[in-house]
């Protein structure tokens, strides 16, 4: 029996919707002192905020430099501008921010796909460069574990968490490393479509066996992450929390951990309490902190949200156009490796009907 996830935005909604209804329920009988969480929104200080938001625009500009490091190393041939890599990472946040799982490493992929040549595989070279720039991650976040375990108040719970995290990601990398190794053997004919696309997706770790080429990468992405950093902790001084930047790295932590896997547009509520719980151990109420978690959502939600619209008008593109690659962008990207003469892609199609 073939089972079929539902492709109308209606019955995905209707997937979801109990799973939303439980964590609202949870929220309101488990949930904080809803009064105090509002009267700690009374006493912001907002221009704390609005750097916060600045420092999370610069962490958004020295990862897509990361992300042009390793598609440049992926492409060696193609000439790709930085502007159109930077507006294809921003249409990314967008997706990620508005739409379930992680739709927007397929839409970045799909802008980004449209200014090279049709019929080279490039779709799915684009998808090993978006997965080995996630594994790039891997560094700052070590560093920042290192940091924390040795400085911060951390749970338990929070201590296996990170633990896990950090095990899978270093598991992934590790076999990452092994796929960029086989591309240096050569691929018999025979084996179809599958081994080509497993070919062309090979390529997009080329990366790793460049040794400066990756550490450039690295090194802008934990400038990323300590951009990051501080936005966290200067969004705290906005709330009136004068917690010590250990805390601000356990925070920082935790929302990624919250975020691996989004169940619904911003895991709203499971990301709150991963915030507030650990700083009650900094003496921090956790109403209070639960109100920091929702300021600081909003605040890199912002970014991600604004800086995509732009983008996403400069593509000619609209929301509606950015849904559908949740259905079509994997299809296409096979289809486009066997070197059919595939239809126009739904963002061309929007793009010139526009």
């Not at 999370?56 to 990862?63: C, K």
């Not at 290192?146 to 899978?168: D, F």
Request: net charge positive; with cysteine; glycine share 10%.
């Amino acid at each position: 029996m073939t089972i079929r996830f539902p492709r109308t935005p209606v019955a995905r909604a209707a997937l979801f919707a109990p799973l939303f209804v439980v964590v609202l329920l949870l929220l309101w009988w488990r949930g904080p002192d809803w009064n105090a969480v509002g009267n700690a929104f009374t006493f912001v200080a907002w221009w704390w905020l609005m750097a916060a938001f600045g420092l999370n625009l610069a962490s958004v500009l020295a990862r897509s430099l990361a992300w042009r490091t390793t598609v440049q190393q992926a492409l060696p041939g193609e000439k790709l501008a930085f502007a159109g890599i930077f507006s294809a990472f921003s249409v990314g946040l967008l997706a990620n921010a508005v739409l379930p799982g992680r739709m927007g490493e397929l839409a970045r992929v799909a802008v980004l796909r449209r200014r090279l040549p049709r019929g080279h595989g490039h779709a799915a070279t684009l998808l090993g460069t978006v997965f080995m720039h996630r594994l790039f991650d891997l560094f700052p976040a070590v560093l920042l574990v290192g940091y924390t375990l040795a400085t911060a108040k951390i749970p338990n719970w929070a201590v296996t968490s990170l633990l896990i995290a950090v095990t899978a990601g270093l598991v992934l990398f590790v076999f990452a490393v092994a796929g960029s190794r086989l591309q240096r053997r050569p691929l018999p004919d025979a084996g179809g479509a599958l081994r080509r696309l497993l070919a062309m997706g090979r390529q997009g770790l080329s990366v790793l066996r460049s040794p400066l080429a990756a550490a450039v990468a690295i090194m802008y992405q934990c400038a990323g992450w300590l951009l990051q950093l501080v936005a966290v902790w200067l969004a705290m001084r906005a709330f009136g929390i004068h917690a010590p930047l250990p805390a601000a790295a356990l925070v920082l932590l935790l929302m990624n951990v919250a975020t691996i896997f989004p169940l619904w547009p911003g895991n709203f509520g499971l990301l709150q309490a991963a915030v507030a719980l650990p700083l009650v151990s900094y003496g921090v109420a956790y109403p209070r902190g639960f109100a920091y978690g929702l300021g600081l959502q909003v605040v890199e939600m912002s970014v991600g949200v604004g800086v995509g619209l732009i983008f996403l008008a400069r593509e000619g593109l609209s929301m509606a156009t950015l849904r559908r690659l949740e259905a079509e962008a994997p299809v296409e990207a096979s289809a486009e490796d066997e070197g059919a003469v595939e239809s126009e892609h739904p963002l061309e199609r929007a793009r010139a009907s526009g």
